[in-house]
């Protein structure tokens, strides 16, 4: 099983980035995908989340400003990220689960700064 983030860099405030989450080695579709992020000294955080059916939900931090979604056929899940603000600078990692495992990348780092 493997989840690899790419996308993260380092951007101006305002700016935007889309985050990839490549799947492999699980049943991608049947899984409930999210995306969540660790800031230095704060806790890890729920950032976005997506359903097997397509369902989404927000972190209200990031409501209107970023969009999860995903590709069944790619194997991938997506962050895009707009209007960036240097308090969305962390570590954002990809999660899978289903009702019985959960499954996390390695993550990948976003900076936000001019």
């Known amino acids: 099983v493997q989840l690899v983030e790419s996308g993260g860099g380092l951007v101006q405030p305002g700016g935007s980035l889309r985050l990839s989450c490549a799947a492999s080695?699980?049943?991608?579709?049947?899984?409930?995908m999210a995306w969540f992020r660790r800031a230095p000294g704060k806790q890890r955080e729920l950032v976005a989340a997506?359903?097997?059916?397509?369902?989404?939900n927000y972190a209200d931090s990031v409501k209107g400003r970023f969009t999860i979604f995903r590709d069944n056929a790619k194997g991938t899940a997506y962050l895009r990220m707009n209007s960036l603000k240097p308090e969305d600078t962390a570590v954002y990692y990809c999660?899978?689960?289903?009702?019985?495992?959960?499954?996390w990348g390695q993550g990948t780092q976003v900076t936000v700064s001019s």
């Open positions: 080695g699980f049943s991608f579709s049947n899984y409930a």
């Open positions: 997506i359903t097997n059916s397509g369902t989404t």
């Open positions: 999660s899978g689960s289903d009702y019985a495992t959960n499954y």
